[in-house]
């Protein structure tokens, strides 16, 4: 499987409040991620990092192209033009998933329990997307 997302020694915050302490991701294609943690602990800053919104330092790779020194702007018509005109990755990726399902689909759903409840649900991430 090849990573689609890289993150390595990502550093950011707001202002001289550093959040992010060189933080380290790798998301490979295919792969469903989800960030957890509580309030405050990065969540919300490693997203804004990622996609240009705040300051940041650090090598972040999307889909190969490094995406470190780009603004929010640049990603966003970066990407529009690719999505326009899917690459060849990407069209090997809908023949794979159209002639097999994506590696999530065989895996168990994830279930989440709501607190101060004796229910749980499953979640269908297939669903949302």
Do not use: W
Not at 42 to 48: A, C, I, L, Q, V
Not at 89 to 107: G, H, L, V
């Amino acid at each position: 499987m090849n990573d689609l997302l890289t993150i390595s020694g990502l550093h950011a915050g707001y202002g001289p409040v550093e959040v992010l302490h060189g933080l380290d991701l790798t998301v490979g294609d295919g792969e469903v991620v989800v960030v957890l943690g509580a309030n405050g602990a990065g969540k919300t800053t490693t997203m804004r990092a990622v996609s240009g919104v705040i300051q940041r330092r650090g090598t972040i790779t999307f889909d190969g192209n490094d995406i470190a020194h780009a603004t929010a702007d640049e990603q966003r018509r970066h990407h529009a033009v690719r999505d326009n005109d899917a690459g060849e990755r990407e069209r090997e990726r809908e023949a794979r998933y159209s002639q097999e399902p994506p590696p999530c689909a065989s895996q168990p759903r994830p279930r989440y329990h709501c607190a101060g409840s004796d229910d749980s649900a499953t979640l269908d991430t297939h669903e949302r997307r």
